[in-house]
């Protein structure tokens, strides 16, 4: 009986040590086309995300979409006025809740290459690899990205 106790009690100590908390995302994470990096931070007892690097930051030469040479913005926004925001800098990873384990939920992921923005939740997959899943509706129907730091 003393060495089952024992036994239950490594194991419970060892779930315990490899659950998230929640400031396990926090820091900078690689996009999956490592063309961009973003910083998650805390934004009150949420969870938020700006681009912080980009491979490109500015138009290059014979860019139709800007004037080469400045930074590049926001076009496809929605909200005219906001299509003149510089993307470095951009927030576009809003209000997740911590949802226990290795979970956050309840956000929404602005993806402005398309200008749209989603619903989502994150899940920490490890200590290196972060799976954010943006979804219209029902978790089925949408797309998964993995971030690596």
């Known amino acids: ?10 194991l419970l100590v060892n779930t315990v040590a ?3 908390g929640g400031d396990d ?4 994470w690689n996009n999956q086309e490592k063309d961009g ?6 934004c009150g007892e949420k969870y938020c995300g700006r681009i912080v690097w980009m491979k490109e930051p500015n138009y290059p ?7 080469p ?27 997740f809740d911590f949802a ?16 749209k923005t989603y619903s989502g939740k994150m899940t ?3 200590p290196t690899q972060l799976n954010l899943r943006g979804f219209i509706g029902f978790t089925f129907i949408g797309r998964t990205t993995i971030w690596t730091r």
Request: hydrophobic letters at 35%; a positive charge; glycine letters at 12%.
């Open 1 to 10: 009986m003393k060495n089952i106790l024992l036994i239950l009690l490594m």
């Open 18 to 20: 490899h659950a998230a």
């Open 25 to 28: 995302i926090l820091g900078v």
């Open 37 to 42: 990096k973003i910083e998650l931070f805390r």
């Open 61 to 67: 030469e014979g860019s139709k979409e800007g004037t």
């Open 69 to 95: 040479g400045t930074p590049r913005l926001d076009h496809n926004n929605p909200k005219q006025a906001l299509r003149k925001t510089p993307l470095l800098g951009l927030q576009i990873v809003h209000d």
């Open 100 to 115: 226990g384990g290795n979970s956050w939920k309840n956000g929404k992921v602005y993806d402005p290459k398309n200008g």
């Open 124 to 126: 920490l997959v490890s």
